[in-house]
């Protein structure tokens, strides 16, 4: 599956932005979906992750509360919200896809086997 990602965008402590991933080539529906964020001078880390199916969500400890993952099948699309932004989540954020992904804790990266090009968050304080 190809995954395009957009959304990113400079915006103001407190505010919010809606990221979106767009899937082409197989459905979404058979994968596990995940968002990941690059800040710079830092290694990639874990943001969400939703199981195969939709079912069980994870989160970033420092995002729960604040940030939802969701998809649509219909547009084929994975979604992340991000509600209450703080400059220290500002970073490149990656989608990506994990074929017939099924978690009992938080997904390691190594899992997802296709990535979207990165959309940069910039938060300002």
């Known amino acids: 599956v190809q995954l395009q990602a957009s959304g990113g965008g400079l915006v103001q402590a407190g505010d919010s932005l809606k990221l979106s991933c767009a899937a082409s080539?197989?459905?979404?529906?058979?994968?596990?979906v995940g968002w990941f964020r690059q800040a710079p001078g830092k290694e990639r880390e874990f943001v969400a992750a939703?199981?195969?199916?939709?079912?069980?969500?994870y989160y970033l400890d420092s995002v729960k509360g604040r940030f939802t993952i969701s998809t649509d099948n219909t547009k084929n699309t994975v979604y992340l919200q991000m509600n209450s932004l703080k400059p220290e989540d500002t970073a490149v954020y990656f989608c990506a896809a994990d074929f017939g992904g099924y978690y009992t804790s938080t997904p390691m990266e190594s899992l997802f086997e296709s990535w979207g090009q990165g959309t940069l968050v910039t938060v300002s304080s």
């Open positions: 080539g197989r459905t979404l529906s058979n994968y596990a």
């Open positions: 939703m199981n195969w199916s939709g079912g069980r969500t």
